[in-house]
């Protein structure tokens, strides 16, 4: 069936630091990839997206390229703030409903 | 705009009982979802409806659960005889539509559900 992994958390990064979390999923054909965040007390919000093979979704200074031969959408961000600490969701849309990861606590120190 | 909205924000109930969860999705969204977000199963996907097809219920746990989305629009969440294990937070979605570009989900800040 389909399914996403997610790394396992929590994560815990001084401000500045490079952040990876490693995405891996199970699907037939190319669905969707997706992150979504959900900040402290908030609702999940979508980061980024891709929809195709090779594609890179970006915001807010977050990357991920949908890598086709290893199956990947892993997240990326050059320099984190206190502010992005929040727990993240890799998902993929299977065929309408999404089915997520389990989800990576972020959590950056000043 | 106005997002995807959620009523009750928190819900406190004994076993047994019956609750009804209200979502109301952003203006123009043909599809809707519900998930459940708990500790043990992560977010789940429960049902889904697009226009007036026949929802998809493929993620629903038990007979207990059951939606309806009236005139297209808003929708309700229906868990009978509440159980301990339905404590969770249910979260709605919207979408302009259910495929292509334009099928990115929005959610809402969801309802907190204790069961007691």
């Known amino acids: 069936g389909n399914s996403v992994t997610q790394m396992e958390g929590p994560v815990t990064l001084s401000e500045e630091a490079f952040l990876t979390i490693n995405c891996t999923y199970t699907?037939?054909?190319?669905?969707?990839l997706f992150w979504y965040v959900q900040y402290p007390g908030e609702g999940l919000q979508l980061l980024l997206k891709?929809?195709?093979?090779?594609d890179k979704g970006s915001n807010k200074g977050f990357e991920a390229t949908y890598r086709k031969e290893t199956t990947s959408f892993h997240l990326e961000k050059g320099s984190v703030q206190v502010s992005d600490s929040a727990v993240y969701f890799c998902a993929l849309r299977t065929p309408r409903q999404l089915t997520f990861g389990s989800g990576t606590q972020l959590t950056v120190l000043p | 705009g106005a997002g995807v909205s959620q009523s009750p924000s928190n819900k406190v109930t004994e076993k047994g009982k019956d609750v009804e969860l209200r979502c109301d999705p952003i203006?123009?969204?043909?599809?809707l979802y519900w998930y459940r977000q708990s500790l043990g199963q992560g977010l789940e996907f429960l049902i889904y409806?697009?226009?007036?097809?026949?929802?998809?219920k493929s993620g629903l746990p038990s007979d207990r659960f059951s939606a309806e989305r009236t005139g297209g629009s808003v929708s309700t969440l229906t868990i009978q005889r509440t159980q301990q294990e339905d404590s969770a937070v249910y979260l709605c979605a919207s979408s302009r539509t259910s495929g292509g570009e334009t099928d990115t989900q929005y959610f809402g800040p969801g309802t907190r559900l204790t069961v007691l």
């Open positions: 891709a929809t195709k093979a090779d």
């Open positions: 409806f697009q226009g007036n097809s026949a929802p998809d």
């Open positions: 699907a037939t054909g190319y669905p969707s």
């Open positions: 203006s123009g969204h043909t599809a």
